[in-house]
């Protein structure tokens, strides 16, 4: 025959146990043991482009990671015109890490200042133009234009393009 706890030690262990998830929660959400201490920037090198990628994330230090809004970061650093795509996502135990990947360009645009994609997004450049963008073909024109243009010379063999 089998014995029955006392209530007692019933009534206690459902008490330790709801003390730990109490305590899990204000760990995770509430504490400075889990929150942000540093937020970095890959896929770009160290200067002005992640300097303006932590400007536009707007991650704050010192929050409890539960609590950053990861999409609303990656929205507005996805919204710079030279960003093709981002990620922002937590690294835990302290950590935010926003991951860039910038735009190709395949052609200058009007004065030369403004780049075109493949995709035919115009956009200004992160960084200081190269010798190799500034030998990038120059494309005049707009709307769906300049998407055709610039799938053509997306798809234009190198040695072509060099021309």
Do not use: C, Y
């Amino acid at each position: 025959m089998r014995r029955r706890r006392p209530r007692w030690l019933r009534i206690l262990v459902w008490a330790m146990a709801m003390l730990v998830v109490a305590g899990a929660v204000w760990a995770v959400w509430f504490s400075s043991l889990l929150s942000a201490r540093s937020v970095r920037v890959v896929g770009v090198p160290q200067g002005p482009a992640a300097s303006a990628v932590l400007a536009a994330a707007q991650v704050a230090i010192g929050v409890p990671l539960a609590r950053i809004d990861t999409s609303a970061a990656q929205q507005r650093v996805a919204a710079l015109d030279w960003v093709a795509s981002a990620d922002v996502r937590r690294g835990w135990p302290g950590e935010v890490v926003v991951a860039v990947a910038p735009r190709t360009p395949i052609a200058r645009m009007g004065n030369g200042e403004l780049f075109v994609d493949a995709t035919g997004a115009a956009f200004r450049p992160a960084t200081a133009p190269t010798k190799a963008d500034r030998g990038l073909p120059l494309v005049q024109a707009e709307g769906p234009a300049l998407a055709a243009a610039s799938q053509v010379l997306a798809e234009l063999p190198p040695h072509i393009l060099e021309r």
